[in-house]
């Protein structure tokens, strides 16, 4: 698969909302759903930019797959497989596409195969697809393989594996998983159990989450009629007992559908007005999957070069690293985050003498996009350089420095002791400043004293009315802790070797009405000497 799906671990385009407030059902554009033509068996690429279907917009009517993706957010005009791709030997309904919609699969009778219907790719390169090659053994067999479906790391590798199976239709199939090894080849591959190989387990699709799998049978009982759609789940190193997606199931076939990165909805062929239309259902909650964001980077120089640099990515919510590896030769990379946990992302030059990147990615709300895009310049320090520190940060209600700042901590001091001309000024900037007279908050942690002279009335010694000055001191309770935060962080910066003098400091908090820009940041900002 492509070197620059870096990483798994774990995606729409624009913000993804909360579910309650979306759709539940939408279909998509008329660039894909014309009114006048059929479309059938969808299946998206998990970043959400690729599509390939079934339409009958040929000839005589005739029922061929077509491809489209998208173009700066618009689909471009759907396009026939070409003549090397699609065949009368193929299994019809047997397109899929990899992760990054670049990678398509399909299932063909033609030579040379190992059995019957063999799993066979071919990859996009600009307008065109190279020649296809089959995926020979294991993963084909004397039987028949279709409806190949890749997990986001191109590791595993779901199928059908059937006794009987022509362009049309399959029966008596299973599904398989296989796992693909260090050196590039496929395992040898495993039976999904009984409880979802029931006796003609078809069309696979494993989501991007790389643990929710939907399939469609038509041996389950209770079923609405002919095949219908069912879920599982890998959990704890074993499938759930399968349940039917009634949401969308139907007394008729239910079976080649798709669900993008994002995980909210999921995209099926359905009788529109006219035509047979694409639409996409919204899954309910208890469903859903956990959802996928790919990150797409360049790193390069102020000209646009390729720099030498490592990429790292650390699970925040877990304290665990789950990547490392290297950019591209065009210094292009791309990975995968799993909704759910805080993730930093650190880009280190091979150069000590260069600035670093550092970004933080937080999946815990809900809220995820389907693509990120990132644009990562390293260059040699100058003076009035500013780069942020976005893995610093604080514990709650506190000035102590969290675990994790130590990473981008310790990248800075990297820097500072390889520019020995230049001074390092610490910023912490406080959005959403506090105060109260009583300690109304449990994150108005400080205190401010201050002294206020008043007049008062008193009685003198003879019983005379008069007025005289006093000294009231009143308390003021507030959360601005930058300037204790800044010291932390420059005493960090000399447990590491760094000479305070090298060192300065700029505070500053200001009150913040929108809760959502409420934060603390911390920036550097390199001085020549």
């Not at 090659?133 to 004397?142: E, F, G, H, Q």
């Not at 299973?174 to 979802?196: C, H, M, R, T």
């Not at 290297?326 to 993730?343: C, I, M, N, Q, V």
């Not at 520190?389 to 420095?401: G, I, K, N, P, R």
């Amino acid at each position: 698969m492509k070197k620059y799906l870096l990483f798994f671990f774990v995606f729409a385009v624009g913000l993804a909302q909360n579910v309650f407030a979306q759709a539940k059902i939408r279909k998509l554009p008329t660039t894909i759903n014309h009114p006048a033509i059929n479309q059938y068996a969808p299946y998206m690429s998990f970043d959400g930019d690729a599509i390939v279907y079934l339409s009958d917009n040929a000839e005589d009517y005739a029922i061929v797959p077509f491809f489209s993706y998208r173009d700066g957010g618009d689909w471009k005009d759907p396009m026939p497989l070409p003549k090397n791709v699609y065949t009368r030997l193929n299994y019809l309904k047997g397109y899929t596409l990899g992760p990054d919609g670049k990678t398509l699969f399909l299932s063909t009778l033609k030579s040379p195969g190992v059995g019957g219907f063999d799993i066979w790719m071919t990859e996009r390169k600009g307008a065109s697809w190279s020649e296809p090659k089959n995926l020979a053994v294991p993963i084909n067999s004397r039987g028949h393989e279709a409806c190949a479906t890749l997990t986001p790391d191109g590791t595993m590798l779901y199928f059908q594996r059937c006794e009987k199976m022509d362009q049309q239709s399959s029966s008596g199939c299973k599904i398989f998983v296989s796992k693909k090894k260090s050196n590039g080849q496929w395992d040898e591959p495993v039976e999904l159990p009984a409880s979802i190989n029931s006796g003609n387990s078809q069309a696979p699709r494993i989501l991007a989450d790389a643990e929710t799998l939907i399939f469609s049978s038509d041996k389950f009982s209770g079923s609405k009629g002919g095949m219908d759609l069912y879920l599982t789940r890998f959990k704890n190193g074993e499938w759930t007992t399968p349940v039917p997606m009634d949401f969308v199931n139907t007394q008729k076939d239910d079976q080649y559908v798709s669900v993008n990165g994002v995980g909210r909805y999921l995209l099926r062929d359905s009788p529109g007005a006219k035509k047979n239309e694409l639409v996409e259902y919204l899954i309910p909650e208890d469903l859903r999957p956990k959802g996928l964001t790919r990150v797409d980077g360049k790193v390069s120089d102020p000209n646009g070069a390729m720099v030498a640099s490592y990429i790292s990515v650390v699970d925040l919510t877990k304290d665990k690293k789950v990547f490392n590896g290297r950019p591209a030769k065009d210094g292009t990379f791309t990975l995968f985050l799993l909704e759910g946990s805080e993730y930093n992302l650190a880009i280190d030059p091979e150069q000590s003498n260069i600035n670093f990147y550092s970004k933080e990615f937080d999946l815990t709300n809900g809220d995820i996009q389907q693509v990120e895009r990132i644009s990562a310049t390293l260059k040699p320090i100058e003076d009035g350089d500013e780069f942020g520190l976005d893995l610093v940060a604080f514990e709650q209600y506190s000035d102590e420095l969290t675990n994790s700042s130590g990473d981008d901590l310790k990248r800075l001091a990297r820097v500072i002791k390889s520019n020995p001309n230049f001074k390092f000024e610490i910023q912490v900037l406080l959005a959403g400043y506090l105060q109260d007279s009583v300690q109304s908050d449990p994150d108005l942690t400080e205190v401010l004293l201050d002294s206020v002279i008043t007049s008062i009335d008193d009685i003198d010694s003879l019983g005379q009315l008069y007025q005289r000055d006093s000294l009231l001191v009143q308390s003021i309770y507030h959360n601005d802790r930058t300037k204790k935060q800044a010291e932390n962080i420059i005493n960090y910066l000399m447990d590491q070797g760094i000479d305070p003098g090298r060192l300065g400091c700029f505070i500053n908090s200001r009150p913040e009405a929108i809760d959502e820009k409420k934060k603390i940041t911390v920036r550097v900002k390199a001085y020549k000497i």
